[in-house]
C-alpha cells in the first residue's frame, strides 16, 4: 500500500471524527439551572452595591450552570502568578504600573462565591495578598 493511501484513509478517519464532533457537540450552555445561577449572581451583584455584568441569558451562555472558565482557572497557581504579572507591572513586555478598579474584583469574587464557592478561600487569599497602595494620582 503507498503512502498516498494511507493519507487518504487517515485523513478520511480524521474527517468522519470531525463531523461527528461538531454534530454532537452541545454548544447551548443555557438551561434552566444555568438560568437561576445567573439570577442568582444578579442578585448578588445588586446587593453588592455593583451593576450586573450583562443580562441573565447572556450570564447563563457565558457561564453555564459550573462556571465556565471562571471556575476552571480559580486558585490556579500560574494564573495566579500571571495576573500579579499583569496587575503589578502591567504586562510581560510593559513596566507600568496597572490601576485595578476594586469593583472589577470584587465582581470577581462574587462570580466564584456563586459558581463555585469551593474555590472562594483561594480566591480571596490571591485578592487580599493584592496590594492597592494609592501610588498613582489621576
Excluded at 464532533?21 to 438560568?35: C, E, F, H, T
Excluded at 504600573?97 to 469593583?103: A, E, I, M, T
Excluded at 474555590?119 to 480571596?124: H, R, T
Amino acid at each position: 500500500m503507498s503512502h498516498r493511501v494511507i493519507y487518504w484513509i487517515v485523513g478520511g478517519i480524521f474527517g468522519v471524527l470531525l463531523i461527528v464532533m461538531l454534530a454532537s457537540w452541545n454548544y447551548d450552555r443555557q438551561n434552566a439551572q444555568a438560568d437561576a445561577k445567573a439570577q442568582q449572581l444578579i442578585a448578588t451583584y445588586r446587593a453588592a452595591g455593583l451593576t450586573p455584568p450583562a443580562k441573565p441569558e447572556m450570564i447563563a451562555r457565558v457561564l453555564g450552570d459550573d462556571g465556565g472558565a471562571v471556575c476552571d482557572t480559580a486558585g490556579s497557581d500560574l494564573l495566579d502568578g500571571y495576573w500579579k504579572l499583569r496587575l503589578g507591572v502591567g504586562g510581560e513586555f510593559y513596566y507600568r504600573p496597572v490601576k485595578v478598579d476594586q469593583r472589577m474584583l470584587q465582581g470577581y469574587l462574587l462570580v466564584v462565591k456563586t459558581y463555585c464557592p469551593d474555590k472562594l478561600p483561594d480566591v480571596q487569599q490571591f485578592v487580599d495578598d493584592l496590594d492597592f497602595d494609592d501610588v498613582i494620582r489621576d
